[in-house]
């Protein structure tokens, strides 16, 4: 039996279906059983359970040979589901459980570039939530991934395709390494059955690095129209950060990653992981088309 925490998330979502067919036994972790319905139709067990409420995990976790652990607490307007409550305890939390119930092997999603002084919390955390499952003596694979095309691409360009204009958080000239969540969870799949992932962190990036401009145009493209593009000057990022935080922290914490995304080193070279592990790696462009696509 195979536990996925976070079953509701752009990658629990594309990684279940591909482990049911698979023939694994699958259970489907979220706080609200109704959004896994389609998970629930195509197989998988579906069970209530909140990271943090550590009697949930304990109840998910019984039975399970192997944990997906792919939530976090970074998403706006929850203010006590945040990457304190969420990653940092709630990830813990889950480990322990995942411990206590004689769990044979914990697949982590953690961020790219995960360091313990990065000017992002969620970084920090993901960096010492890597550690924690380390010292665990849990077997593990952490996969390190980065920025996600699906939500970037609907940051810059679903706006692109409503009303052809765009705003970009920065200059928008850092360039960045984009994966799709379908990779990401391909890579998840591997991690979970593959004995030579076992004890290893892997990146987890996509074929090329975009600045947020070229991202645009790929969708000034997909749409066939021009788009006015508006940039927030990285000064007034800066200040915003501060303001905003005493009475949206969350909101705070967001404007620091912008920041990070425009001034920070984004990028990747997969060539030695899939040299490894050849996962056919989605573009952008792809993305945008499909994005396209659904619009229509
Ligand atoms: N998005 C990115 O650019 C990015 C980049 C690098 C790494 N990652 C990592 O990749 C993983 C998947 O991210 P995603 O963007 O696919 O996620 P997402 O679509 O934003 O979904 C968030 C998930 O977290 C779950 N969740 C939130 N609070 C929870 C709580 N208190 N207890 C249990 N589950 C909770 C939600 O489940 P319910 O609402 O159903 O309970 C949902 O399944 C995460 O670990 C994330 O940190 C994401």
Known sequence: MI??????????????????????????????????ETLRQLGAEVVQGDLRDPDSLA???????KVL?????????QADNNPHTVDDVGNHNLIDAAKAAGVD??????ILDATPDSPMELIRIKYATEQYLKASGLSYTILRAAAFMEFWGAMVGEPILKNHKT???????NPINFVSAADVAAFA????????????TIN?????????????????????????????????MRMMRVVVKPFNPMLSLQITGGIVMDTENQTCDMSATLQRYPVKLHHMAEVAQQMVESAN
């Open 167 to 173: 705003t970009i958080f920065g200059s928008g000239n």
């Open 105 to 110: 092997h914990f697949v982590f999603i953690s």
């Open 189 to 200: 799949v591997i991690a979970l059955e593959e004995a030579s992932a076992r004890n290893q």
């Open 69 to 77: 652990a792919a939530a976090h607490g970074f998403n706006p307007g």
């Open 204 to 236: 987890v990036g996509g074929p090329e690095n975009l600045t947020l401009n070229q991202v645009a145009a790929l969708f000034e493209k997909a749409s066939g129209q021009p788009a006015k593009k508006s940039h927030v000057p990285l000064p007034m």
């Open 59 to 65: 109840r998910a976790c019984t039975g399970v040979e």
């Open 3 to 36: 536990l996925v925490v976070g079953a509701t998330s752009r990658v629990g979502k594309e990684a279940i279906p591909t482990l049911l067919a698979h023939g694994h036994t699958v259970r489907a972790m979220t706080r609200t059983p109704e959004k896994a």
